[in-house]
């Protein structure tokens, strides 16, 4: 049952971050290249 609930909060956490980046209309390859400029520092 636990497992299930944890299941639960990912998916809510992940749907709302999905929500979150829509509606800043953040295009995944801007995402990419953030990761990428950060990484290489």
Do not use: E, G, R, S
């Not at 944890?6 to 995402?31: G, R, S």
């Not at 990761?35 to 520092?41: D, E, L, P, Q, S």
Request: hydrophobic residues 50%; without cysteine; glycine residues 0%.
């Amino acid at each position: 049952m636990k497992h299930l609930f944890n299941n639960i909060i990912i998916f809510l956490v992940l749907n709302a971050f999905y929500h979150y980046l829509q509606k800043i209309d953040f295009k995944p390859l801007n995402y990419y290249l953030l990761i990428a400029k950060n990484t290489k520092n």
